[in-house]
């Protein structure tokens, strides 16, 4: 059984004095809450005063990118240790918005991966097509180099512990979500390739989140769906009530 995993990706969202008021409510929304893994990714600066509002929670804490050495001369770049440091147990690699305004590839999300679970972080391994990609129907095309890039040479044991988010980078901040349908035939072709790349076993075990203009709304139909096990929810994360009813409309 795959326990459904809802992470809040804030972005560059939330100063420190925001950013721990909703971590508080959460923490005390989500209280008892075990059927249900959560995390939410805040700007690095804020990550230390999250991490202190979210102690004893269970809400776990993630990076929103991660670099792959841990230490030396990289002006500007926070490494995995660093990440755990801040009080980090997952961390989130290859967001689209990361591919497409920082010039992230499918070889740096790999070294990425590895790096982040050589330490002991979580990643969340974000893939996806761009909407000229679907019109062009090479959507499955891009999902399949974007996955074998990301997890070249990564065996089994480690991929175990990765989490997939498939968000198509159309209805990212658009408002337009994939049809549950539409997100379905991605997420098992998703896990057909994983089947492929490991074994059936692996890839009935690996989380495969979906991620794109998720809402209170939409989150039930979603994850009615078998392939799909959690949402990356970065607008409706952003608010306390959304995020709750968001969460608490995922399960069944
Ligand atoms: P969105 O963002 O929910 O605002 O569409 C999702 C994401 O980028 O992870």
Same mark, same amino acid.
């Given at each position: 059984? $795959?326990?459904?995993?809802?992470? #809040? ?50 809400? !776990? ?17 926070? #490494? ?6 801040? !009080?980090? #147990? ?7 918005? $990361? @591919? ?6 499918? +070889? ?22 761009? =909407?000229?990609? @679907?019109? +062009?129907?090479?959507?499955?095309? /891009?999902?399949? @180099?974007? %996955?074998?890039?990301?997890? %070249? ?14 968000? &198509?980078?159309?209805?990212? !901040?658009?408002? *337009? ?13 998703? @896990? ?16 495969? +989140?979906?991620? !794109?203009?998720? *809402? ?6 979603? %994850?009615?769906? &078998? ?11 952003? *608010? ?5 009813? =968001? /969460?608490?409309?995922?399960? &069944?």
């Amino acid at each position: 059984m $795959r326990k459904p995993f809802i992470a #809040g990706n804030w972005k560059l969202n939330l100063l420190t004095e925001e950013a721990v008021a909703l971590a508080k409510k959460l923490a005390l929304a989500f209280k008892g809450m075990d059927n249900i893994e959560l995390a939410v990714a805040p700007v690095f600066t804020v990550l230390y005063a999250v991490a202190k509002a979210l102690k004893n929670s269970n809400i !776990g804490l993630a990076g929103q990118d991660v670099y792959w050495e841990n230490s030396g001369a990289f002006t500007g770049e926070v #490494g995995p240790e660093s990440l755990k440091d801040a !009080g980090c #147990g997952y961390v989130i690699i290859g967001h689209s918005e $990361r @591919r497409e305004y920082f010039g992230e590839t499918d +070889q740096g999300v790999n070294k990425k991966l590895k790096a982040a679970i050589a330490a002991g972080l979580i990643p969340i391994c974000c893939i996806g097509e761009k =909407l000229e990609e @679907r019109e +062009q129907e090479k959507t499955l095309k /891009v999902i399949d @180099r974007q %996955m074998r890039g990301a997890l %070249m040479s990564i065996p089994r044991a480690e991929a175990l512990k990765i989490t997939i988010a498939y968000e &198509p980078v159309w209805a990212i !901040g658009t408002g *337009k979500t994939a049809t549950p349908g539409q997100a379905q035939e991605v997420h098992a072709f998703i @896990r057909k390739l994983l089947a492929e790349i490991y074994d059936q076993e692996a890839a009935d075990s690996i989380r495969i +989140q979906y991620g !794109g203009s998720v *809402k209170p709304e939409n989150i039930k139909e979603l %994850m009615a769906q &078998p392939d799909i096990d959690g949402a990356l929810v970065g607008g409706a994360s952003l *608010k306390a009530e959304s995020f709750i009813a =968001l /969460v608490k409309n995922s399960l &069944p």
